[in-house]
Nanobody
Framework: QVQLVESGGGLVQPGGSLRLSCAAS????????MSWYRQAPGKQRELVAG???????NYADSVKGRFTISRDNAKNAVYLQMNSLKPEDTAVYYC?????????????WGQGTQVTVSS
């Protein structure tokens, strides 16, 4: 059974930091591309940051220099360190995993964790 379980969300003041964690199970994590998406009320879900199985990272322009994605293959976990948070970062953050095989591609989503940036 595939599971992606996020944790670490919460309420933080502008300028503060949070670290999100995503614990993965049930699939070959080390071979998977992992990423974080977010969805704010009334908006489409958007990619925040991604990291390949080889450690290559990509970020949305809006979070470059403030957020850092990392992974620990030994723990089957991916993290999102969020610094200098802004009110516009308020959203539900989702962990996403993608595993490509020779025959097909598998996609997995977590249930999301709420991040609220407010004074």
């Amino acid at each position: 059974q595939v599971q992606l379980v996020e944790s670490g969300g919460g309420l933080v003041q502008p300028g503060g930091s949070l670290r999100l964690s995503c614990a993965a199970s049930g699939f070959t994590f080390s071979s998977s591309y992992m990423s974080w998406y977010r969805q704010a009320p009334g908006k489409q879900r958007e990619l925040v940051a991604g990291i390949s199985s080889g450690g290559l990272r990509n970020y949305a322009d809006s979070v470059k220099g403030r957020f850092t994605i990392s992974r620990d293959n030994a723990k089957n976990a991916v993290y999102l360190q969020m610094n200098s948070l802004k009110p516009e970062d308020t959203a539900v953050y989702y962990c996403y995993g993608r595993l490509a095989t020779l025959s097909r591609e598998y996609s997995y989503w977590g249930q999301g964790t709420q991040v609220t940036v407010s004074s």
